[in-house]
């Protein structure tokens, strides 16, 4: 389509002023405008007829206008609020694209509670981090998620805060965030222990994490898949032979122990105190499940070089077991632990010397 307002144009437009004649005037009219080969006068005018074309009753002009207009700069205020107010086939590419939006402008858009336009600010080049922050505070899962995918955005680490405190469970957020080209180590920290064992795969690869951080993440995904392996498993000599392996190859760890009895892999630790402590079957299970005996408790794991540290977590787990009288699905593991999880949380509202730290570092090591 040749772009430029001919006389030819402008007696189509007088003699049958239909939407089509509209559309086409208000497409070669912005063209002009965009080129900023106007005079001022010029500019004035074709800002006039904008505002004439922003009121039309036909929405594909109004359409066709917004589309020729999202590349433009500096238009005035008046334009730039209807064409942001209008209806969302018009308003959304405007909102997209056009940059001279202010912050203010974006706001009010997202104070209007309009999903679509809403979703259409997430989507901005290179949004400010008061405009991220302001998006993370107030718009829906699905817009935040829209945000963190967008690498564009500038996203701080109190931004990142607010939005892991909103949608601490959501999984489209958490792989936007770890997808990210760059994210804070201290955000890494606070949601590695949720992560799948993609995600935490792609977060070596991908991120140039600290060596502590790294070898710790990659820990987690050889215990997570041990453990899953010992899921399978059903009959006790199975479930030995599995930890003899481990335990002749220098792979039975605490961490490793202590995860699987916070996912209800009870069996696993049972025989993994066996031999770490060298404790005959029968009697790990009678000083396990023995009434008001957890100093024996305390002493079994000591001789299984369990770090005092991660007793809390183990005797939670326990303490569960005990309650659910082992009416638990091994299989629902994700449950289990979230369960102990709860009474770990529990332990400083019940007065128990259990830090802050201490709790962190806890989850960290069963989730």
Do not use: W
Not at 157 to 172: L, M
Not at 230 to 240: F, M, N, P
Request: a negative charge; one cysteine or more; glycine letters at 2%.
């Amino acid at each position: 389509m040749n772009n430029k307002l001919s006389k030819k144009d402008i007696t189509k437009l007088s003699q049958n002023p239909n939407a089509e004649n509209r559309t086409v005037a208000a497409q070669k009219v912005a063209s002009l405008y965009k080129s900023a080969s106007l005079s001022g006068q010029a500019m004035q005018l074709a800002e006039d007829i904008f505002r004439i074309l922003i009121q039309d009753v036909e929405l594909k002009v109004r359409e066709a206008l917004s589309e020729s207009l999202k590349n433009s700069k500096n238009l005035p205020q008046d334009i730039v609020t209807n064409l942001i107010n209008d209806i969302d086939s018009v308003s959304i590419p405007f909102i997209k694209y056009y940059a001279d939006l202010s912050d203010d402008d974006i706001k009010s858009i997202i104070d209007s509670q309009n999903f679509n336009k809403q979703k259409a600010v997430a989507m901005r080049a290179n949004l400010s981090e008061d405009v991220s922050h302001y998006i993370a505070e107030k718009c829906t899962e699905d817009v935040v998620g829209i945000l963190v995918s967008n690498e564009s955005a500038d996203i701080k680490e109190r931004t990142y805060d607010v939005i892991i405190g909103r949608f601490p469970e959501s999984e489209t957020i958490k792989k936007n965030m770890v997808y990210r080209s760059e994210l804070p180590v201290s955000i890494v920290e606070k949601i590695v222990h949720t992560l799948s064992d993609e995600l935490l795969k792609h977060l070596v690869l991908a991120h140039s994490l600290p060596n502590d951080i790294a070898c710790n993440i990659v820990e987690q995904v050889k215990e997570k898949t041990t453990l899953k392996i010992s899921e399978e498993y059903s009959s006790d000599k199975k479930i030995e032979e599995l930890i003899h392996e481990l335990y002749t190859s220098n792979r039975l760890t605490s961490s490793l122990v202590v995860r699987a009895i916070c996912m209800g892999d009870l069996k696993f630790f049972e025989y993994a105190l066996v031999y770490l402590s060298n404790t005959p079957i029968m009697e790990v299970r009678k000083i396990l499940f023995s009434s008001s005996m957890d100093f024996m408790i305390r002493n079994l794991l000591r001789k299984a070089y369990i770090p005092k540290s991660m007793f809390p977590a183990v005797f939670s787990a326990l303490k569960i077991i005990k309650e659910m009288r082992l009416d638990y699905k091994k299989n629902d593991s994700k449950s289990f632990m979230h369960k102990v999880i709860e009474r770990i949380l529990s332990y400083g509202s019940a007065g128990d010397d259990l830090s802050e730290e201490d709790v962190n570092y806890l989850i960290s090591k069963i989730c």
